[in-house]
């Protein structure tokens, strides 16, 4: 088999691999492999370590190797690298992580992972962990200890309260916390007295929930990973799933092969992209044109689904107009660049093929529009008829393990845990809930107005540091910053952001790796690093992408000195005085348990806390998963179907005696009620073919009962199998109970409970069980979705150019929107900024766009410090069309700098491929670590910094930030790239 | 009777390194070595197709046939080991596999070349089942605890197969048959007609 | 041409992986003898006992992990 003949007397040296490198012109991302066999004629002979040494020193024991005594456990986890929620079955003895076995049994995965989930053990490893609580002295960390660094910290936040309003700090919480601990950051930061605190959702699908939320009721994915198995068609506009979510290819492979059509939509030819029936290259930031272009044909060939829109959608006249006035093809071809007949071919094979499924993901959300982007994908669903429908639906993925939970229940500037918002009414209730006064909480804040007032966001914090301090919506400036599990390099605006980082008075850091915001300041002092554990080292829930989810057990302690989140939120709490309150201590009563364990500092008890969840979620039934059932779930995986997720015989948990007959694996929200319910969970949302005690569901009625004399509820006739309301009908309370006459039906205590209650706020659950179980009928009412969202800046989808954009004449067409003066407490330019740099293209001609690839995840401290992913992407790496190249003189492989309109320039290497367009270059998000061609290693605490470093897409990014959520515009900048 | 084989199913493999990490965590492989790689043809066109390669355990096997001091076996299922104890590191192995498997960790101060090590299919070598003696040379032996290798087991899409060629080779054909396409990628057409077989499949 | 060279190239690999699944001698054409250890077989493992049937059917059983038809489409029939 050996192609390449030996001839007599010489021995060739062309392997397969080298033969490929020689023979594809442009080299892959792999050649970029160091010491390895894979590099041409440097052979297999690499040069690092003996291979004596392969047994790892490992710092918490004394080696992996089975012994004869030790005890082995088998600790059931699920990976923390995305949303997909892979299951792992970890091997521990003597508590250490020796091995990592794949776990078949989950529905989710069947045991597959992609590169970040095959390497998690090694966060059993963590030598290049943060190891120890340090401050920065002098310009160097130095060690501390946890009660010095937590006594100085609860000093300096209490001064900064007393003299510059506890709106002052800004609290950073994380996608990468669980439920459990999410929950508690947003309640610790409302207890400190702010509503500046949020996570990585801002920056990833803020607008995707807040868009699909205001469509049909829920700001979440529709269906499952699991459900694209049913689809018959499936589009990814703005998603790069090979990489970004590896294993829901899985399903959507599977799908192709038993006839699904794919199709991709993107700037970029993405691996996605290669598994593609059709590939369809769009110009970065025109999704709206594309979008709006395939709607043309749909109503011009009629293929939407008239019955469905008459029944179940409001609005949809108001876009036919928009689309059949504006977007004929060669608008559309004119603004995304994609000719009439590949428009019309992904229009047809989308409508012929139903179900079909839209996918997105960064690509539609991170742009100054990127509300209206993601709505006008939910317009085209709609417009099929495949939303409520397996196998349709908007599948959103989600990026980090737990975003959606942190989403649900976690800290956001404009709500309580469960959307409820900051009004009295809100506060009130979770007051309730927590078993703490509303009063106290008010005196905690600067005033009522602030309480009520969202904060301002994690996109725009750098602006709450500098801007002037008569425009910003809040007494004092930011005077300190917290960063409790987020990186630094994933928000734009770099100069600006090390700038702040140096203006601030204090900056903590809490994190398994000290991550780059350690590192970004030239500071002397007032840097303090806190080790967090890893969710690896602590136990809780923790919510997939398709809503399920998933308890996680303790896998190993806590490496080193680190500690769990929860632990340290409530170390704080106590310290400043609200420990009581944190945990809910008041009249005889605790909601939750502390422990203290073996290494000496308490942690509340983590299932206590889920069952406080569970005790206030309702609005989007976070009420019914107990930790008991979700344990009984992840012990029982094998019980649940791969294609529908669903159990539908009858399976007893040995440990509990709990019946998962009917169930939904990991009871995907909602799952409503009282856990006693037994609400089976939400496979697909909105789905009316079902009961809605058994998943079923239709649109919320949240936006009212009418609209310009037009009703809002659905038509009579669409309803979720066998309700008793077979007419559109508003959401329940206890008025609406009554007057039904099904108020008696609610138990005496819960007639107490819910007195002058609805759905959301009755805390029996009893308003939820009578509607629902005794009559087939939906808590949030039955209504129409909205096409025409009229709360928002343009409530039919608007095409705007970003606020950089290449295009001047399009500029011109489609102008970005009117400044605003107080949004989310701060100023936000738009049309100023856009007109002054309308002409920027000529000195930046080109589009930078960034994403992700498959071995680092997020800002990506934690996997650039995992040797097993290192290895494989060592370099930062900006690709470029060979045109491009070629007309600036550019190699491939070698140094050059990526230059910004912000004055910003990246160094990095070249990857010159014809995976981008010409015009268009496009960088991975993931690294940090050096500053405008610098090292910054020596800033790093020592042994503490990441394997790989790199220059950080976003020190060059621009200024540009969604209307509505403030999410940041990474996927359209311009810049200008020279050799270096 | 199993005969242990690999097969990488090139319309499913993604090229997302699960393989190539589940090998590093299973044998603590050092950084350097790389026991399974990731290939890419057409890496950003229409076309583009991954492959994970290893040690392909080849029936007549050529790293065998030039090895100066016979340190190669194949088991009974067909998975060739080697005996690193009598391996001197002279690196023919490597210039007669066709797949580029054998790796050569540094050894010494000067930097010459350690003893070969290669992928053993997670069936350990040479040494007492499961003893560190076994772990430290080769890595972890899964076929003995009746598993599968690492990195098929793993694989995101279940796009590479292994274990009884026969078994392995009904799951690749449900799928061929499923897509009513796929051969071409393996077949005369696409080697003749350039990559337009393969291309029809993905127009841009 | 170099495509078509690299295309031979990936057929040569695709061949040789499945070169395997039919019943081809597996010995080597060239004499060699091993000069080695002697290796325990795998079914010789303390789990298993000698017992080479029930390493197989271990083995056979844990294939099946790998086929995602046995548990999305009951309808499909594989060996």
Partial sequence: ?980 | ?204 | MIRRKLAVTLIGCAVFALAGCGEIDQKAKVEKVYAGKKDTRAAEDARFGGDRKKWETTLAERSKAQNEYLRTDPRTETK
């Fill in chain 1, 1 to 980: 088999m050996l192609l390449t003949k030996k001839s007599a007397g010489q021995v060739q040296k062309s392997t397969f691999a080298s033969t490929i490198n020689r023979a594809v012109g442009t080299v892959d991302r792999r050649a970029f492999l160091k010491r390895s066999g894979m590099v041409a004629g440097a052979g297999a002979f690499a040069s690092q370590l003996p291979f004596s040494m392969m047994q790892k020193a490992n710092a918490a024991s004394s080696g992996p190797m089975v012994a004869a005594d030790g005890k082995m456990e088998i600790k059931r986890t699920v990976c923390t690298h995305c949303s997909v929620g892979c299951a792992v079955d970890a091997v521990v003895q003597n508590g250490v992580w020796v091995r990592q076995e794949p776990v078949f049994d989950s529905p989710l995965n069947l045991g597959a992972h992609c590169a970040k989930g095959a390497s998690v053990r090694e966060h059993g490893h963590g030598e290049h962990r943060l190891k120890y609580p340090m401050k920065l002295v002098n310009g160097k960390y130095q060690r501390i200890s946890w009660d010095q660094a937590m006594s100085e910290l609860t000093e300096k936040f209490l001064a900064l309260r007393k003299s510059s309003g506890p709106d002052s700090v800004y609290w950073v919480g994380s996608s990468k916390h669980n439920n459990e601990q999410a929950y508690l950051m947003r309640k610790f930061v409302s207890m400190f007295g702010t509503n500046n605190t949020d996570h990585q959702a801002r920056i990833c699908h803020s607008t995707t929930v807040a868009g699909v939320a205001n469509t049909w009721g829920y700001g979440a994915m529709t269906n499952s990973y699991n459900d694209m198995q049913n689809a018959k068609c499936a589009m990814y506009i703005g998603s790069n799933a090979a990489e970004a979510h590896p294993v829901s290819m899985l399903h959507m492979l599977h799908a192709k092969e038993t006839g699904a059509k794919m199709i991709v939509v993107d700037p970029r030819f993405t691996r996605t992209a290669a598994k593609a029936d059709q590939f369809v290259r769009i110009r970065s930031g025109s999704d709206i044109p594309f979008l709006f272009g395939m709607l043309y044909h749909i109503f011009n060939n009629g293929w939407e689904d008239k019955k469905y829109l008459n029944d179940r959608v409001f609005g949809m006249d108001k876009i036919r107009d928009e689309v059949m006035k504006k977007w004929n093809p060669k608008a559309v071809e004119e603004a995304c660049g994609v000719p009439e007949a590949e428009v019309y071919k992904v229009a047809e094979t989308m409508a012929m093929n139903r179900p079909s499924t839209v996918v997105w993901c960064m690509g539609q959300t991170q742009h100054t529009i990127g509300n209206a982007m993601v709505r006008a994908s939910c317009i085209l669903q709609l417009a099929l008829g495949n939303v409520g429908v397996s196998g349709g639906g908007t599948n959103i993925f989600r990026g980090h393990d737990n975003v959606q939970g942190a989403t649900d229940v976690g800290p956001n500037p404009d709500s309580l845990p469960g959307y409820y918002g900051l009004a009295e009414g809100s506060w009130k209730h979770w007051a309730k809930v927590w078993n703490v006064d509303y009063d106290w909480i008010k005196g905690q804040y600067a005033s009522k107005a602030m309480m009520e007032k969202p904060g301002m966001t994690v996109s725009r914090w750098i602006d709450g540091v500098l801007e002037k301090n008569e425009l910003i919506d809040q007494d004092s400036n930011l005077k300190a910053i917290v960063y409790w599990g987020h990186a630094p390099n994933s928000q734009t605006r770099g100069l600006e952001m090390k700038k702040a980082m140096e203006t601030v008075e204090l900056m903590v850091i809490i994190d398994p790796y000290p991550t780059a915001s350690a590192a970004m300041p030239d500071r002397k002092d007032g840097v303090y690093l806190l080790p967090a554990a890893t969710q690896f080292e602590c136990a809780g829930s923790c919510t997939a992408s398709n809503r399920s989810i998933q308890w996680r057990e303790k896998v190993i302690e806590p490496l080193f000195e680190s500690r769990p989140d929860h632990a340290i939120m409530y170390d704080f709490a106590k310290r400043m005085g609200f420990a009581d309150q944190f945990v809910g201590k008041r009249d005889g009563k605790q909601n939750i348990a502390v422990v203290k364990v073996a290494a000496g500092y308490e942690e509340p008890v983590v299932e206590d806390v889920l069952r406080e969840i569970n005790k206030g979620t309702w609005t989007i039934g976070y009420t019914g998963q107990s930790p008991e059932r979700l344990k009984a779930h992840m012990r029982n995986m094998d019980a649940f179907d791969v294609r529908t997720l669903r159990c539908t015989k009858d399976v007893i948990d040995k440990e509990t005696g709990y019946n998962m007959n009917g169930d939904y694996f990991g009871l995907p929200w909602p799952c409503y009620g009282t856990p006693e319910m037994k609400h089976p969970g939400s496979p697909n949302l909105y789905d009316t073919s079902k009961h809605v005690m058994e998943g079923g569901g239709n649109f919320r009625a949240n936006f009212g009962v009418e609209r310009d004399g037009v009703s809002l509820l659905a038509e009579d006739g669409s309803h979720s199998l066998g309700a008793d309301i077979t007419t559109g009908y508003p959401e329940f309370d206890h008025v609406l109970m009554k007057k039904l006459g099904w108020w008696a039906e609610l138990t005496e205590a819960e007639q107490k409970a819910a007195e002058g209650k609805n759905w959301k706020t009755d805390l029996s659950g009893g308003i939820i069980r009578v509607a629902m179980k005794n009559h087939g009928c939906h808590p949030f009412g039955n209504a129409k979705a909205r096409a025409v969202v009229w709360n928002f800046p343009d409530p039919v989808p608007i095409h705007r150019e970003p606020i950089y954009s290449p295009r001047p004449d399009l500029v011109a067409k489609y102008p970005s929107h009117d400044d605003r003066k107080a949004f989310w407490r701060l100023p936000t330019l738009y049309k100023s900024v856009q007109e002054k740099n309308k002409d920027i293209s000529k000195q930046f001609p080109l589009i930078l766009t960034s994403g992700r690839l498959v071995e680092y995840e997020g800002g990506g401290d934690e996997t650039r410090s995992n040797p097993w992913l290192a290895e494989l992407q060592q370099e930062n790496f900006v690709e470029i069309n060979p045109k491009d190249a070629e007309s600036r003189g550019i190699k491939n492989n070698q140094f050059v700098w990526v230059q910004s309109p912000t004055g910003a320039k990246i160094k990095v290497k070249s990857q010159i491929t014809e995976r981008v367009a010409s015009g268009t270059t496009f960088i991975p998000f993931h690294f940090a670590g050096w500053w405008q061609g610098a090292d910054l290693l020596d800033k790093y605490p020592n042994g503490a910094a990441p394997i790989v470093r790199g220059e950080a897409v976003n020190t060059a990014t621009t200024y540009g930030y969604d209307s509505v959520t403030m999410m940041q515009e990474t996927k359209t900048t311009l810049c200008q790239v020279v050799a270096a």
């Fill in chain 2, 1 to 204: 009777m199993a005969r242990m084989k690999f097969i990488c199913d090139a319309e499913r493999c993604i090229e997302c390194n699960g393989c190539a990490t589940a090998c590093k965590n299973e044998h603590e492989v050092p950084w350097g070595v790389n026991r399974r790689r990731l290939i890419t043809v057409n890496d950003g066109k229409p076309g583009e197709r991954s492959m994970s390669v290893a040690c392909m355990h080849c029936s007549d096997a050529p790293c065998m046939a030039v090895c100066p001091v016979d340190c190669f076996y194949k088991t009974e299922e067909g998975v060739v080991l080697h005996d690193k104890d009598l391996c001197i590191g002279c690196g023919y192995c490597f210039y007669a596999c066709p797949f580029g498997a054998p790796q050569f960790p540094q050894a010494g101060a000067f930097g010459l070349r350690g003893k070969m090590d290669k992928c053993t299919f997670c069936a350990g070598g040479p040494e007492e089942n499961h003893s560190k003696a076994e772990f430290t040379k080769y890595g972890r032996n899964r076929i003995a605890e009746g598993k599968l290798p690492a990195c098929a087991e793993m694989c995101s899409t279940k796009a590479l197969l292994a274990g009884d060629g026969a078994v392995i080779e009904s799951i690749y054909k449900t799928r061929v048959q499923r897509r009513g396409k796929g051969d071409e990628i393996w077949g005369w057409a696409m080697a003749y007609k350039r990559g337009d077989a393969v291309a029809a499949g993905v127009k841009s």
